[in-house]
């Protein structure tokens, strides 16, 4: 228990308005915990701070609802933001604390959705602009009725170019990934993105090797490049290469077997 010299919290500022009706007056208390050193007493007054002004991060989380994240865990998000404003904050400095918890308690939430709940990595500039053009269709929207406000629109009125525009529209979808198993709209079959996409062509694994032999088939002499393209590019038996050049079929064997390894250890000695 405090004792009866330590700072009350009074529940609300009077005498002006403020953005939190219900903002506590607490520079009596930062003061007295700046001079409190750590035990019970100064634990007991710092939690009645931090429960002070829980209303406020409250409020303050409840902006970043219907984002994919749950209302609760926000606010737990945004608590968590409070306490390192409230131990972070310097009365010395002459701020009130709100001018600083409030947006360390927002770049507690910001940095929990960057951290979490994005799915594609997603460069901070593109973030800030998909958080500047989604202000400004919601400013827009309540004045222009029946419509959605166009690309130039947007631009001037968040003082952006309209490329940059583009890009914060297109990163407003990118919390989440498509899987691709999902079903594409408009189909009824159960068509999904996997379907549409393309498979890798196993040709493309022989490419270096063929374009590297290539050259060294072309010094062959010419019969060895015709015995070669017979077999392997006309599909050819040996027999049949054989009886075709008047030749055995042994040596048909044999005159491959010599090629082959020529041509492989030329590729390999290349190579290296």
């Known amino acids: 228990m405090r004792t009866p010299t330590s700072a009350p919290l009074n ?78 904050y310097d009365p010395e400095r002459g701020n009130a604390f709100e001018s600083y918890a409030v947006p360390t308690v927002t770049g507690e939430i910001k940095r929990h959705f960057r951290d979490h709940m994005w799915t594609l990595h997603v460069p901070r500039r593109v973030q800030d602009l998909r958080n500047r053009v989604r202000f400004a269709q919601q400013e827009l929207s309540q004045t222009i009725s029946g419509r959605t406000p166009t690309l ?27 899987s691709l198993d999902a079903e594409l709209p408009g189909s009824d079959d159960g068509y999904s993105l996997s379907d549409a996409l393309g498979t ?30 017979m077999r392997f590019f006309g599909d050819m038996t040996q027999s049949r290469i054989a009886e075709q050049l008047g030749i055995s079929q042994m040596h048909v064997s044999r005159l491959i077997s010599r090629c082959c390894h020529r041509l492989r250890d030329e590729v390999l000695s290349g190579a290296a």
Request: proline residues 7%; negative net charge.
């Open 200 to 229: 890798a062509d196993p040709a493309l694994d022989v490419v270096v090797d063929r374009e590297s032999v290539k050259p060294r088939i072309a010094a062959l002499p010419e019969r060895e490049r015709q015995i070669l393209y």
């Open 11 to 88: 529940p609300v500022k009077s005498g002006r308005r403020h953005p939190h009706d219900d903002a506590p007056d607490t520079a009596e208390a930062f003061a007295t915990l700046s001079t409190l050193p750590a035990g019970p007493e100064r634990e007991e007054l710092r939690q009645e701070v931090v429960e002070a002004w829980l209303p406020m991060s409250d409020r303050l989380a409840a902006r970043f609802r219907n984002r994919g994240e749950s209302l609760d865990d926000l606010r737990q998000v945004a608590a968590l933001g409070l306490v390192k404003a409230v131990d972070r």
């Open 152 to 178: 130039a629109e947007i631009a001037e009125h968040a003082n952006m170019t309209e490329a940059e525009v583009r890009t914060g529209l297109d990163a407003l979808d990118s919390f989440t990934a498509l």
